[in-house]
C-alpha cells in the first residue's frame, strides 16, 4: 500500500467479518477515483472523507487563524508529566520553543481534589508561557467538561485531550491511547468539551494502518479538536523512544485534515525536526525526551549547560506552589538540574549534594559555589 503518494483517502476497503481485525490485516490496495471509506472502530462506522476533514469546532471558525493567532509555532516541547512545569517550559521558550503543554493532569482530580486543581491552576501564567494548551487525562466526558470550566480560558491556548499515553495503567483503566480504539466514548468526550467553549486539541498516536490512523484524526476533527498533535510512535511502543516513527502514516495525516498538525516522535536535533516537518508537511514539530538533557535543542546557537541551568534555577526560584506541590516540584527541579548538567557535574560528590538539597535556593547556592556557573 502507498498512502504516501497523494490523495490519502482514496481508498476503499471492505469490512471484514471482525470490524477490529479489518484495519491491521486486510487493508485493500488504494483506489484513486473512489469516494472515500468505511471504517468502524467499537461499533461505531465512520465514513472518512476524500478530501481533507475541516474541523467541527463550534469556538474557533478558522483553526489556521486560531494557528496564527498563537504565532504559527513551529517548535513545540512535548507534553511530559514530572518534568516540564513552568520553569523549564520557560526556559525552553527562550530557545527556540513556541508553544508548549502544562503536563497531563487527571481530569477526575481536577474536579475532585482541590490541591491538584491548584496546582495546575497555578502552572498557567500568561505572562510567562504563552500560547500553552493544558493537557487533560481521563475517560468520562462530565469529569473532562468539569476539569475544562475551571481553566482560565484567556490565559490558555486550548485544553489538549491525552489520547497518547500508553502505561500499562492507561490500558487498565481506558484512558490515554486505550481511547484510540474507544470511538464512541472519545465523541462523548469532546461533545462533553465542546459545551466548554473553549478550543480543544488531541495528542494521540497512529496505528499499524494508514486507514485507521486517517479515519481516527478525521473524526476527531469532525468533532472539534482545532489542532492535532500526533506521535508517530504505535500504541504497544509503549515508553520506548527508540522504536521507529512512521512517517508516511503522519503525512497520510497531515494531508487528511483541515487543521494544523504537529508531527511528534525521535527528533534528536534541529536540523532532524527541520527534517521530519519538512517530510510530513506538517505545521509543526513537538519534540519531548531529548529536551530533558538539551532545552536548547531547538536553538541554532544553544547556550552551554552551566548557562542554561543558571536560566532553569532563575525561573525556579521565582516559581511558586503550594504545599502538597513543593516536594514534587523539588524533586523535578532536581532531575532537571542532573539531566542539563549530566556531563558538568564530574564529580559524584556534587551530584551527591544536589541529591540532597531541601530546596531549590539551596541547589542554586551550591552550584554557584562549586563554581558551575
Ligand atoms: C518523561 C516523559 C513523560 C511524558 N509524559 C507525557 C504526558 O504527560 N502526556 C503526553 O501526551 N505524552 C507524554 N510523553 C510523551 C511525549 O510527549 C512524546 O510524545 C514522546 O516522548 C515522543 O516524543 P520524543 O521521541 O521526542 O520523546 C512523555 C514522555 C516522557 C519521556
Known sequence: MNIARGRFASAVTKLGPNNHTLFDTTCQPLMPEAEGFTCSEDGLSYTVSPTPQECGSDVVSDPWEWWAEHGSPRY???PMAGCTAMPFRQLVRENGVGLTYVAMVSAGAVCYDEDTKNRMLADIDDTRDSPVLVQLVGNDPSEFAG??????RDKVAGIDVNMGCSAAKAHKRAYG???MTEWPQVIKIMQALRECAIPITVKTRVFRSVERSVALCQLLVREGAVCLCVHGRFRDAGRT????VEVDILRAIVQSVNVPVIVNGGVTSLQEADALIEKTGAAGVAVAHRMLANPALLNPTPPPPPALCQSYLAHALAYTTDVSGQRLYLNETKANVYRILRNTLKTRGLVEAVRKCE???????????EGVY
Open 76 to 78: 513545540a516541547l512535548g
Open 147 to 152: 476539569a475544562a470550566a475551571t481553566i482560565p
Open 177 to 179: 491511547s486505550k481511547l
Open 241 to 244: 523512544y527508540s522504536a521507529p
Open 359 to 369: 530546596s531549590v535556593p539551596e541547589i542554586d547556592s551550591l552550584l554557584r559555589e
